[in-house]
């Protein structure tokens, strides 16, 4: 199984940043996993943030309107089994539950759900 677990999210200011991580383990995890970011806000139905394929070169960001391009970042450590989501000039309708997901098909780019979720966190952006 895999165990995927979140940490870094709280609150923060319109225009700041902050850094997630997600750190994940168990038997069957492997590096060549693309792994990626959801979130949800409240009322609304969980979207796509960003994914990392296995080599963390190629990497692909939320295909909503509000796009986070260009503000996010996504990146991993393979050597520590961590991914990250560096987010930067933070907007109020950032707010959500931020979720670390992980799938076993190395090219997934988040066009569905994927294999693994982990438990979420909470991220509040305050005008």
């Known amino acids: 199984q895999v165990q995927l677990v979140e940490s870094g999210g709280g609150l923060v200011q319109a225009g700041g940043s902050l850094r997630l991580s997600c750190a994940a383990s168990?038997?069957?995890?492997?590096?060549?996993?693309?792994m990626g970011w959801f979130r949800q806000a409240p009322g609304k139905e969980r979207e796509f943030v960003a994914v990392t394929i296995w080599n963390g070169v190629n990497t692909y960001y939320g295909y909503s309107a509000d796009s986070v391009k260009g503000r996010f970042t996504i990146s991993r450590d393979n050597a520590k089994n961590t991914m990250y989501l560096q987010m930067n000039s933070l907007k109020p309708e950032d707010t959500a539950v931020y979720y670390c997901a992980a799938d076993r098909t190395t090219s997934w780019s988040g066009r569905r759900f994927p294999d693994y979720w982990g438990k979420g966190t909470l991220v509040t952006v305050s005008s």
């Open positions: 168990g038997r069957t995890f492997s590096s060549n996993y693309a």
